[in-house]
Each structure stands twice: as C-alpha cells, then as structure tokens.
C-alpha cells in the first residue's frame, strides 16, 4: 500500500506540472499508476488532498536536503557553507526539472480556492530553510566574515538569486546554467561579505 501511494505522489507530480491543477483528473493519475479511480481514495480524500501532499512533499524535500547538506560540512567556513548549499540548491532544481516546473507553475498560478493551504505550507518550509541560513548568516557576522546587516534582508537577497535562476533554467542548457550560478554566487558573496578582495 506504500508504494501505490508513493506511485500515485510521482505520477500526480508529473501531471501537475504538465496541465496544472485544474488540468488534471484523478482518472489520468489512476491511468498513469496502472489502478481504477477509486482505488485513490484509500490514500486520498481526493484530488485536493492529493495536490495538497505533493505540494507539502517537494517544498520539504529542499529543506531536508539542505539538512543533510549541513551535515556533512560541519567543518567548513560560514562562507564555504553557504556556497555549498547555494550551489547544490541550484543543482537539486536543475536536475529535477519536474518538480521544478511543478512548483514554479504553482507559486505563480495557484488555484484559487487552495491559496491559502498552499501559502501556510509553502511559509512552514521557508521559514524552517530560513532558519538554516539565518543561523549562517549569524555565525558569519560573529566570525567578521559576513557584513552586519539586517538578517531579513540577506535571506530575501539570497532567494532572489535562487528564485532568479531557478526561472531561467527552462532557457539554457545545464553548462551554460553552471556558469550562471557561479556569476551569482560571486556577486551575492561578494555582496554581503565583509572581506573585500
């Protein structure tokens, strides 16, 4: 039972993105995952409830990966840190170009009556992420490495580049991407640290 609940996830994801909610029927999923319709509502309340826990389970998975992420750089400096996951955020959403294009139809064309549950989800992640960074952005501050500046502001810097690139990622090719993000990060760093070349 996992795993055709883990299939009807994967399978709703790719048709999400592709048509949209509205664009999509339970029927196309069922089809997809190889079961009748109704068999989904015994993972499922519905269509809703379904789009719900796809949504919930791709904004958590950046958050998750930066954990692990964190993890394993331990010993790393602030700025050694903070490139690390800017540039494997980058790679996370360039080689997951489905759950890419899902989220960024989402966020900028959500239906309607589901705005709400869609923000409170999205704000819960943001903000668990945020306070991966914002620590970061501290210790730099504390080591003299990051300039003293409001923490708001350097998280809203630092999306912006993300959200910047994660929409041109649709326009170019996976080299000339590489050299974008590494064009960025230069200036985002060179932008907020303390220590000029």
Not at 14 to 32: M, N, P, R, V
Not at 71 to 76: A, E, I, M, P, Y
Not at 90 to 115: G, Q, S, V, W
Request: contains cysteine; charged residues 25%; proline residues 3%.
């Amino acid at each position: 039972m996992p795993m055709t609940k883990e299939k009807l996830k994967a399978a709703a994801l790719t048709l999400f993105a592709e048509h949209g909610y509205e664009g999509t029927s339970l029927a196309a999923i069922a089809k997809q995952v190889g079961i009748k319709t109704p068999s989904i509502y015994a993972h499922f309340q519905g269509k809703e409830d379904l789009f719900l826990a796809v949504f919930e389970e791709a904004t958590w998975e950046e958050v998750q990966y930066v954990r692990d992420l964190l993890d394993t750089v331990k010993q790393s400096t602030v700025e050694e840190k903070l490139s690390q996951i800017f540039f494997e955020t980058c790679r996370f959403y360039l080689h997951n170009r489905e759950k890419t294009a899902f989220l960024k139809r989402i966020m900028l064309f959500p239906p309607d009556f589901l705005k709400e549950p869609l923000h409170e989800k999205f704000i819960a992640s943001e903000d668990a992420l945020s306070n991966l960074l914002r620590q970061l952005f501290l210790d730099g501050m504390d080591a003299g490495v990051v300039r003293t500046e409001k923490v708001e502001s350097l998280l809203a810097s630092y999306y912006c580049c993300i959200d910047g690139l994660v929409s041109q990622m649709f326009y170019y090719d996976e080299a000339e991407m590489a050299e974008r993000c590494q064009s960025v990060w230069k200036n985002f760093w060179l932008g907020i640290s303390n220590v000029r070349p």
